[in-house]
């Protein structure tokens, strides 16, 4: 349905940061993006959605499908109108709006009053919280409810894709499972098709259909989500486990070579 | 000085005052949303009102007609400064844009003088002659015609920000653009609609003004009174912008008059609202509405 | 031009003047002001010495603005202060010309650094308009305070005398100023490479980064509006002097935006771009003047128009050049100069 076809990505028009990246999302499922710091996985997105332009980057070669039209430098807000709709990372809820009128800004392109109405009570029914508080100013919301918030928001344009970016982020275990339950509940009830960029690759894998692991600006593992989890690399560099008694210092140059896959 | 002059300052403030207010109200559209400080705002109400004027006097078209001709003109011509200038400076350091603005403004201003000349000009006001009393001060229909007028501006100005689906967009985006932009808002389209909106406020305080008082090329200084005004007001708030715009028009008919009859001292007007500014600035940095902003590093 | 020459060392890099070639430049500029006056006339000389005054006057604003990152947008009032205390210390207080000078650039220092103080609370937005209020404020002073500026019909500045010797006419006073602007020069040059300068610059890049680092906000920041004022006040002063009479219109918010213009055409933070801006801002309404009194050969029936048309066009270049030239015109040099080191693999 998505399809990422050997992009590069400059910011500053110098510095390179996507080398060659490929991936595709199926219709219907869950894909996961992992990856450190800097990985890249952040700038995939907004080369999906179209905000790189804002930020001084540019897609310079390959191309982005969507729904077998080229997207690649289409404008941001014709994507959304598309289907495609990304949930940006750290919230970025509208701090000065209330609730609702959040809301209301994720429906923006939709002029149908009726639809926009039942999208809200969507929103709402998924997040009773934010029924609650639907006439406070946004910025006094906790951090779980900001991000329900972003989500709901996001459910708002009927999108068909939604990218989440690090939903996980600063939210306590508990929390981090109600997302993730909100997720799996949206994809299977929903039909909606999710791409999820995720540092944290156990709740990622734990929701996944299929991931891919990137670094430096590169894929460098694919496959379904439960051989991923059961993948010697991942294991030890993304969940932790197995690399004990290789915390030596000694042994950081075989750390480093091995981790690059080659 | 007695009461009766005090009350008759204090009037001719607040119609002075309430046409600060249209020209600040756009001033804050503009910096709202698209964080550009436009130091050109007073040549857009000097566009407005030689355009209306050319129109009322020359072309003889009925007031309200051209009125409206004047509103769509300036709309449009808003529309094209920032898609045409503004546009391309997005991101540049605040300097170069602040210098961007007073290009335009000696632009504007150049051109108009050289197409309307430097005599001052007065729209014949559509508003019959004749005055009620207050507190034994007459006040002129024309004087109560522009404050209501602003006053309904206002008010429809803040309704648009608070209902409707543009104006929700605008609020968006003077949040957070990056975001807005992710939920499908065009935000080159907002940008330059605030242009036009605020190019339109100012020119409806252009027309108020020139049916009061006249115009000539001096009344550009009207712009540079806006900033005192939204200081005082705080930047935050179109409330703010309008309470600050009349405020400052009291307080410098006001000072003005007493420097002239106690101290007999001429010119104090074009001073007053910055020499208060100054003051407010030292004691309370954001104003006196106005949100004391968070920086993180 | 400057390739192959290597800097290894961390004094090198600290010299005031790095390369060989930066030195030849220097060298070639200054035989060239030299020899300026042997085949300029009056009229040349004329400009030539608005733009010495303006070099001195654009470095302070540079000062202010370009190195500490602090917009002012009253620096013409700074001159005035300058140009007034000097003409008064002059004419009627009877100090000599080349004492005058300088204490008027320290009057101008002091005023400056007055309205400096928000700063240190204000920015962006609300610090332009502080320091347009410090405009405002003094245009008052000069024109209310009549029993010293001689109020809205100004005041004669004095003739000055430098070791009983009157200074009278245009090539006297080309030798001055471009001894002030030379003098200026290679003051705020050399600002660039002390630890004050690098204050300055800090608190530009990042205040609150600066203030952790151990450095005082509130003194740099009044600092560097006590720079750039006392050479404001130097400049306003000369200029008075040379005018050989001080107005209140003179020093308007006109001259604060034209001096802004220079610092930010010229190139923020570069004494390089603080010439280049005070040279093309100097040249470019004459050049316009010129050019349409060519068009125009009756111009006198037109001349409302023409000021109109030569104060548009002013306007319409200051957006063209700093939409094509954001960074300024130091930064086209810059890259010329890159063009002919990489030549003629450069794109």
């Not at chain 1, 009927?158 to 499972?177: A, H, K, R, T």
């Not at chain 3, 400057?2 to 800097?7: H, L, N, R």
């Not at chain 3, 001159?79 to 207080?93: D, F, K």
Request: aromatic content about 10%; charged content about 15%.
């Amino acid at each position: 349905m998505l399809t990422v076809e050997n992009i590069e990505v400059v910011f500053n028009s110098y510095v390179l940061v996507l080398k060659g990246l490929s991936l595709q999302v199926r219709s219907g499922a869950i894909t996961a993006l992992l990856g450190t710091n800097g990985a890249g996985k952040t700038t995939t997105l907004k080369a999906i959605s179209g905000l790189l332009g804002t930020e001084d980057g540019e897609v310079t070669r390959g191309r982005i499908t969507y729904g077998g039209e080229d997207i690649t430098h289409m404008a941001a807000d014709r994507r959304v109108a598309a289907g495609l709709m990304q949930v940006m990372e750290g919230r970025r809820i509208f701090q000065d709006l209330t609730v609702e009128e959040n809301l209301r800004i994720g429906g923006y392109l939709e002029r149908d009053g009726r639809k926009i109405a039942s999208r809200r009570e969507l929103a709402y029914d998924y997040f009773p919280r934010l029924r609650e508080r639907r006439n406070q100013i946004a910025g006094f919301l906790s951090g779980g409810e900001q991000q329900m918030l972003a989500i709901g928001r996001a459910l708002m344009s009927g999108p068909q894709v939604v990218m989440l970016d690090e939903p996980s982020m600063g939210l306590s275990p508990v929390l981090v499972q109600e997302v993730c339950d909100i997720v799996l509940r949206l994809n299977r009830e929903q039909g909606l098709t999710i791409l999820l960029v995720e540092q944290n690759a156990r709740f990622a894998l734990a929701v996944a259909d299929y991931g891919y692991v990137l670094e430096d600006g590169k894929v460098v593992l694919e496959g379904a989500a439960r051989d991923l989890r059961h993948d010697q690399n991942v294991q030890e560099f993304y969940l932790g486990a197995g690399a004990n008694d290789r915390g030596r210092f000694s042994s950081v140059k075989w750390y480093r070579r091995k981790k690059r896959w080659v | 000085m007695s009461w009766s002059s005090l009350l008759s300052l204090i009037v001719n403030g607040v119609v002075v005052g309430s046409v600060y207010s249209m020209v600040a109200l756009g001033f804050v559209v503009i910096y709202k949303t698209t964080r550009v400080i436009n130091f050109a705002q007073g040549e857009l109400l000097l566009v407005g009102a030689y355009v209306c004027f050319a129109l009322t006097v020359s072309y003889q078209l009925p007031f309200w007609v051209s009125f409206l001709m004047t509103g769509v003109f300036c709309g449009t011509l808003g529309y094209i400064i920032e898609r045409v200038v503004l546009r391309r400076v997005v991101g540049d350091p605040i300097v170069s844009v602040i210098m961007i603005t007073l290009g335009l403004s000696i632009v504007l201003r150049a051109i108009v003088g050289a197409v309307f000349g430097v005599n001052s000009q007065v729209i014949p006001s559509p508003i019959p002659d004749g005055a009620i009393m207050v507190g034994g001060v007459p006040v002129s229909y024309q004087y109560l015609f522009s404050m209501a007028f602003s006053l309904v501006a206002m008010i429809a100005f803040g309704a648009f920000f608070r209902w409707t689906r543009l104006g929700l967009a605008m609020r968006a985006t003077a949040t957070d653009q990056q975001a807005a932009m992710a939920m499908g808002i065009d935000v080159g389209r907002i940008f330059a609609v605030s242009w036009a909106i605020a190019c339109v406020v100012s020119a409806v305080g252009g027309v108020l003004l020139a049916t009061i008082s006249g115009v000539n090329l001096g009344v550009s200084h009207f712009g540079l009174k806006v900033f005192p005004a939204v200081i005082l007001g705080g930047l935050d708030s179109i409330v703010g912008a309008a309470v600050g715009g009349v405020l400052i028009g009291v307080i410098e008919n006001v000072a003005d008059g007493m420097f002239k009859s106690l101290l007999d001292i001429d010119g104090f007007r074009d001073v007053a609202a910055f020499a208060l500014l100054v003051v407010v600035l030292m004691v309370r940095p954001y104003g006196l509405f106005g949100q004391r902003a968070i920086e993180r590093i | 031009m400057s390739s192959g020459e290597f800097i290894v060392r961390h004094e090198q890099a600290l010299r005031l003047f790095p390369t060989k070639w930066g030195r030849v430049r220097i060298a070639v500029a200054v035989a060239l002001v030299l020899a300026f006056p042997i085949f300029a006339n009056s009229y040349q000389l004329g400009l030539a010495n608005l733009i010495f005054i303006n070099i001195v006057a654009v470095l302070g604003l540079n000062v202010i603005t370009g190195f500490t990152g602090q917009i002012s947008i009253g620096h013409g009032a700074f001159l005035g202060v300058g140009a007034y205390a000097s003409a008064y210390l002059v004419s009627v207080v009877g100090v000599p010309f080349l004492l005058a000078v300088p204490a008027a650039g320290l009057v101008a220092a002091v005023v400056g650094s007055f309205f400096g103080i928000p700063s240190v609370r204000l920015k962006g937005l609300y610090l332009a308009i502080a320091t347009l209020a410090a405009q405002f404020i003094l245009e008052f002073v000069f024109k209310g305070w009549t029993s010293v500026t001689g109020g809205t019909s100004g005041m004669s500045a004095g003739a000055p005398h430098i070791f009983g010797y009157e200074i009278h006419g245009d090539l006297p006073f080309y030798w001055i100023l471009l001894a002030a602007a030379a003098l200026a020069l290679l003051f705020v040059r050399n600002l660039t490479r002390t630890a004050t300068g690098r204050a300055l610059m800090a608190v530009r890049d990042h205040d609150l980064a600066a203030e952790i680092m151990g450095i005082s906000l509130f003194r740099t920041k009044v600092l560097a509006f006590a720079i750039g004022s006392f050479l404001a006040g130097v400049a306003g002063a000369l200029w008075g002097h040379y005018v050989g009479y001080v107005t209140p219109e003179q020093f308007g918010l006109g001259l604060s935006i034209s001096l802004l213009v220079m610092v930010i055409v010229g190139g923020l933070g570069s004494v390089l771009g603080s010439v280049l801006g005070a040279i093309f801002v100097t040249l470019i309404p004459e050049a316009l003047t010129t050019g349409a009194t060519m068009l125009v050969p009756d111009a006198s029936r037109l001349t409302d128009m023409l000021a109109f048309l030569r104060e548009g066009l002013f306007g319409a270049l200051i957006i063209v050049t700093l939409i094509v030239e954001p960074a300024g015109l130091a930064a086209r040099w810059e890259r010329i100069k890159m063009y002919w080191s990489l030549y003629p693999f450069a794109r």
